[in-house]
C-alpha cells in the first residue's frame, strides 16, 4: 500500500528512479523530468518574457535597465499580458518591421470598463491614433495617451482577426496555429485575468496604418519600417492585453508577422508633465475633461 511521507511530499513505497532507462527518454521519470527543467534554469529565449525586467537585453537605449517593470520580445503570433500601474509608461517597438500590435487595455480594479474603440475616435473628432491621441473608456475617462510615436501606421477602424477570417484566409486560426487570430490570441491573455470573450470589445492596433479614402474604401499603408515605437502613458492601473499577428487587411496571402518589443517603466511625472501641456504639447478640451472625469473617480475611490 503506498502513503505519502509529509516530510518529503512523495509517495513512500514508490520507487524513484535516478537515471531513466536505457534506450529511454531523460524525462520518463520523475527525477529526469526534474533534473532536466533545473537545467534550463537561467537559459534564455528569444521570445521570452524577461525575469527580472531589469535583466533585459533589449532594454531602450534611453530608458536604464534597472527602472524596467516589463520587459518581453513577443514572438509573431504571441500574446501577452500585464497588469501596471497608473503612471506607468509602456512602449512598443516594431523590430523588424513586420509587427502588429493589437491591444485592449481594462481597467484593473473595476474590468468592466474598457477600451472603447469608438469613443476613442469620436470624442477627440480624430480617427487616425497618434501622439497625444487618448485612449477612452465608454465611461468618458482615459485609460492611456499616446505621449510618442514614430511609426504614425496604426488603426482604430477595423480591429483585429478573427478565427473565421484566418480560416478563410490562411487554412487555420487556432492559437498554436501558423496563422493565429488576434481574437483567439486575446482570450486566451483575457482568462488569465478571469475574463472571457464577452470581455473583449472591438480593439486598437499599432505598426499597420489604414486609411480612408473619399468613397469610405479602406486603403492599407501598412508598416513604416524597422525599429518604429510607440509609447503609452497609462492613467489608471491597467490590465494590459496585447497580441501580436497578422492585420486583417494586409492583402499578403502569407501569414506575414514579426517579433513585437514591450518595454514598461514608472513615469508618473509623465502626467503631471501632460496635463501642464509639455509633454505632447497642448491637449484638446475633450481630452482635458477625460483626464479630469479620471481623476474625479480615483479621488472618489480613494486612490488619488
Known amino acids: 500500500m503506498v502513503h505519502t511521507d509529509t516530510s518529503s511530499g512523495r509517495a513512500v513505497g514508490t520507487p524513484v528512479a535516478d537515471a531513466p532507462a536505457a534506450g529511454g527518454s531523460e524525462t520518463a521519470t520523475t527525477a529526469g523530468a526534474r533534473a532536466h527543467a533545473r537545467a534550463q534554469h537561467g ?79 469620436k470624442v477627440p473628432w480624430q480617427a487616425y491614433l497618434g501622439v497625444g491621441h487618448p485612449l477612452l473608456s465608454g465611461f468618458g475617462r482615459v485609460l492611456a495617451t499616446i505621449v510618442a510615436d514614430t511609426s504614425g501606421h496604426h488603426d482604430a477602424l477595423l480591429g483585429t482577426t478573427t478565427r473565421e477570417g484566418n480560416l478563410e484566409r490562411y487554412g487555420a486560426a487556432a492559437p498554436e496555429s501558423p496563422s493565429p487570430a488576434g481574437r483567439e490570441l486575446f482570450t486566451l491573455a483575457a482568462l488569465k485575468h478571469g475574463l ?56 499578403r496571402p502569407e501569414f506575414t508577422c514579426s517579433p513585437l518589443l514591450m518595454h514598461a517603466w514608472p513615469a508618473a511625472a509623465d502626467l503631471d508633465r501632460l496635463t501642464a501641456g509639455e509633454l505632447v504639447g497642448e491637449l484638446g478640451p475633450e481630452h482635458r475633461q477625460a483626464i479630469n472625469n479620471t481623476d474625479a473617480d480615483l479621488i472618489a475611490r480613494g486612490q488619488l
Open 43 to 121: 537559459r534564455t529565449a528569444e521570445f521570452m518574457r524577461h525575469v527580472p525586467a531589469a535583466t533585459s537585453p533589449t532594454a531602450p537605449a534611453d530608458v536604464p535597465a534597472e527602472n524596467l517593470v516589463w520587459s518581453e520580445t513577443i514572438a509573431p503570433g504571441g500574446y501577452t499580458t500585464a497588469v501596471l500601474a497608473r503612471g506607468t509608461r509602456i512602449r512598443l517597438t516594431d523590430r523588424d518591421g513586420d509587427a502588429c500590435a493589437h491591444l485592449l487595455l481594462h481597467r484593473a480594479d473595476a474590468p468592466y470598463e474598457r477600451l472603447n474603440v469608438a469613443d476613442t475616435v
Open 196 to 251: 472571457d470573450r464577452r470581455d473583449l470589445p472591438p480593439s486598437i492596433s499599432f505598426f499597420k496604418g489604414v486609411r480612408v479614402d473619399p468613397d469610405g474604401t479602406f486603403r492599407w499603408l501598412g508598416s513604416a519600417g524597422a525599429g518604429a515605437g510607440v509609447d503609452l502613458l497609462l492613467h489608471v492601473d491597467a490590465i494590459v492585453l496585447l497580441a501580436n499577428t497578422a492585420h486583417p487587411l494586409d492583402p
